[in-house]
């Protein structure tokens, strides 16, 4: 007896110590990843300066940021490895390697990634912000110990100051909770303050992904080469040659007038402008026919096909909130790997399942930086201070916390939330699930349809040549029949 439980002891460290190894590879791996993504972003004079002192504050500041992009990245990796791993499961039950991948292991990354994203987002960003900020209180030494120790204090007094906004709402929805739990911090005001913050990550979610995934058609039409209607690009080129010379020729040889001097800024722009279209069209002829006339349509099918699906599991979401109950996101303590997949489809349905959440979150990040909003955090290539490196972490890292939510509140999975992601108080409410529902799949198609149709008639457009047209050219002012009779004196 005692033998016994001596080995379940001994297998149970085993089991904890190899987890603990798989974390920690993962995490560094990634760690490494996200360090070279900043260090290609960040600007280089403010890392290498003659004052030591801030140098060394940049740098930890650094080695922070790129600790929160990793969590992030994290975050955005737990439902595909979820999915992934029990549909390994499934194909090979009885393979000795592949037993590491069990429902502990996926339950404490689940965990791990909950409690760093957490403590990221409530202390570790507003100390990196305050330690950039701060210079030490005044008539203390200077060092880079007395900005931790400002910034420190300074982090306090915003703890303090959210406790104090967390436990006002809280008084004001659940009064009787809340005075019965004033010192109950661990089990009731964290788990509520990590709630709003998924709220708000979900909100931003359902404003940017729509919006995002209209997005990403321009987006990946201009990296690939677009076939075009009725065009001859050896007229084109041509024609952008010529005018690009004679602008050229404008700008290093013109008469020194007024007139010239006062339009030079806008004439290089104009320049600029046009050897862009230049290098475009050479690219477009130095294209092979199967790029040209497949690639574009084909990825843009592809584009169409995964948003249409995400649509549909949205909208046959909607049908199973409204007549069974289990729809509902929830929590489950013991994933159950390898008992049963999590789609209806097998093995190929938790292969599009994986490919969608991870097209949502893309889609989702290019429409938060296609926003108006934080289109200005954009980060550009060695010339992103630290500042803006800081808010695209934390940015980041609200998108991808949310994004399991996310994904099961739309329905994308079945894989139910572990850890403490099923724990917050939202979730099992059903007005809020069916109406979130309801604007992504209605924001969706609108999105969608307005893309498509405008983006088939800005072809036709240019394929006539009505955008040469000495009038804005829209879809309200050029009406379908002056593009038929218009393609038709063409075609005579």
Same mark, same amino acid.
């Given at each position: 007896?005692?033998?016994?439980? #001596?080995?379940?002891r001994?297998?149970?460290?085993?089991?904890?110590?190899?987890?603990?190894?798989?974390? #920690? %590879?993962?995490f560094t791996?990634?760690?490494?990843?996200?360090?070279l993504v900043?260090?290609?972003?960040?600007?280089?004079?403010e890392?290498?300066?003659?004052?030591?002192?801030?140098?060394?504050?940049?740098?930890?500041?650094?080695?922070?940021c790129?600790?929160?992009?990793?969590?992030?990245?994290?975050?955005? &990796?737990?439902?595909?490895?979820?999915?992934?791993?029990?549909?390994?499961l499934?194909?090979?039950?009885?393979? =000795?390697?592949? @037993?590491?991948?069990?429902? *502990? %292991?996926?339950?404490?990354?689940?965990?791990?990634?909950?409690? $760093?994203?957490?403590l990221?987002?409530?202390?570790?960003?507003?100390?990196? =912000?305050?330690?950039?900020?701060?210079? +030490?209180?005044?008539g203390?030494?200077?060092?880079?110990m007395?900005?931790?120790?400002?910034?420190?204090?300074?982090?306090?007094?915003?703890?303090?100051? #959210?406790?104090?906004?967390?436990?006002?709402?809280?008084a004001?929805?659940?009064?009787?909770?809340a /005075? @019965?739990s004033?010192y109950?911090?661990?089990?009731?005001y964290?788990?509520?303050?990590?709630?709003?913050?998924?709220l708000?990550?979900?909100?931003?979610?359902?404003?940017?992904?729509? $919006?995002?995934?209209?997005?990403m058609?321009?987006?990946?039409? *201009?990296?690939?080469?677009?076939?075009?209607?009725?065009?001859d690009i050896?007229?084109?080129?041509?024609?952008?040659?010529?005018?690009?010379?004679?602008l050229? /020729?404008k700008l290093?040889?013109?008469?020194? *007038?007024c007139?010239?001097?006062l339009?030079?800024?806008?004439m290089?722009?104009?320049?600029?402008?046009? @050897?862009?279209?230049? !290098?475009?069209?050479e690219?477009?002829?130095?294209?092979?026919?199967w @790029?040209?006339?497949?690639?574009?349509?084909?990825?843009?099918?592809i584009?169409?096909?995964?948003?249409?699906?995400?649509?549909?599991?949205?909208?046959?979401? !909607?049908?199973?909130?409204?007549?069974?109950?289990?729809?509902?996101?929830?929590?489950?303590?013991?994933?159950?790997?390898?008992?049963?997949?999590?789609?209806?489809? +097998?093995?190929?349905?938790?292969?599009?399942?994986?490919l969608?959440i991870?097209?949502l979150m893309?889609?989702?990040?290019v429409?938060f930086?296609?926003?108006?909003?934080?289109?200005?955090?954009?980060?550009?290539?060695?010339?992103?201070?630290?500042?803006?490196?800081?808010?695209?972490?934390?940015?980041l890292?609200?998108?991808?916390?949310?994004?399991? #939510?996310?994904s099961?509140?739309?329905?994308?999975?079945?894989?139910d939330?572990?850890?403490?992601?099923? /724990?917050?108080?939202?979730?099992?409410?059903? =007005?809020?699930? $069916?109406?979130y529902n309801?604007?992504?799949?209605?924001?969706?198609?609108?999105? &969608?349809?307005?893309?498509?149709?405008?983006?088939?008639r800005?072809? &036709?457009?240019r394929?006539?040549?009505?955008?040469?047209?000495?009038?804005?050219? *829209?879809?309200?002012?050029?009406?379908?029949?002056?593009l038929?009779?218009?393609?038709?004196?063409?075609?005579?």
């Amino acid at each position: 007896m005692e033998t016994d439980e #001596v080995s379940i002891r001994e297998q149970l460290f085993h089991n904890r110590v190899r987890e603990t190894i798989i974390c #920690v %590879l993962l995490f560094t791996c990634l760690y490494m990843v996200c360090y070279l993504v900043l260090t290609h972003f960040k600007k280089t004079a403010e890392f290498i300066t003659d004052d030591i002192e801030d140098a060394t504050v940049n740098k930890i500041a650094l080695w922070l940021c790129t600790f929160t992009l990793s969590v992030a990245v994290c975050a955005v &990796l737990l439902l595909p490895i979820s999915i992934l791993s029990n549909e390994v499961l499934l194909t090979f039950p009885h393979s =000795y390697y592949m @037993q590491w991948l069990n429902g *502990s %292991l996926i339950h404490g990354l689940w965990n791990l990634v909950f409690l $760093f994203s957490n403590l990221s987002l409530v202390f570790l960003m507003p100390f990196v =912000y305050f330690f950039t900020e701060s210079e +030490g209180f005044a008539g203390s030494k200077k060092g880079v110990m007395a900005r931790v120790y400002e910034a420190v204090v300074l982090l306090i007094l915003l703890a303090l100051l #959210v406790l104090g906004i967390v436990w006002v709402a809280s008084a004001l929805l659940h009064d009787n909770v809340a /005075r @019965q739990s004033l010192y109950d911090l661990w089990e009731y005001y964290l788990p509520y303050l990590y709630s709003g913050i998924s709220l708000f990550g979900v909100l931003l979610l359902l404003l940017c992904t729509p $919006f995002g995934l209209s997005r990403m058609f321009s987006v990946t039409g *201009s990296l690939l080469v677009k076939p075009r209607l009725l065009e001859d690009i050896e007229d084109a080129l041509s024609c952008t040659m010529f005018e690009e010379d004679s602008l050229y /020729r404008k700008l290093n040889y013109g008469s020194p *007038s007024c007139w010239v001097k006062l339009n030079m800024e806008a004439m290089r722009k104009e320049y600029l402008a046009v @050897q862009s279209r230049r !290098v475009a069209l050479e690219m477009r002829r130095k294209a092979s026919p199967w @790029q040209r006339n497949l690639g574009y349509p084909l990825a843009m099918l592809i584009l169409l096909a995964l948003t249409v699906m995400c649509v549909l599991m949205v909208c046959f979401n !909607v049908l199973e909130l409204l007549l069974d109950e289990t729809a509902m996101p929830r929590g489950m303590e013991d994933p159950h790997l390898g008992m049963a997949s999590f789609s209806m489809f +097998g093995s190929l349905g938790a292969a599009v399942q994986v490919l969608l959440i991870l097209y949502l979150m893309v889609s989702s990040v290019v429409g938060f930086y296609s926003s108006p909003l934080f289109c200005g955090l954009l980060p550009r290539v060695k010339d992103t201070n630290l500042t803006q490196i800081i808010a695209n972490c934390v940015s980041l890292l609200i998108l991808s916390s949310a994004l399991p #939510v996310f994904s099961r509140t739309l329905g994308i999975t079945r894989f139910d939330l572990l850890g403490d992601f099923g /724990r917050h108080n939202w979730l099992g409410n059903f =007005y809020v699930v $069916f109406l979130y529902n309801m604007l992504f799949a209605g924001l969706t198609s609108a999105s &969608l349809a307005k893309t498509v149709t405008w983006a088939v008639r800005r072809e &036709l457009i240019r394929a006539f040549g009505l955008d040469r047209l000495p009038i804005p050219v *829209s879809p309200s002012t050029i009406p379908f029949k002056l593009l038929l009779a218009s393609g038709l004196s063409k075609i005579q």
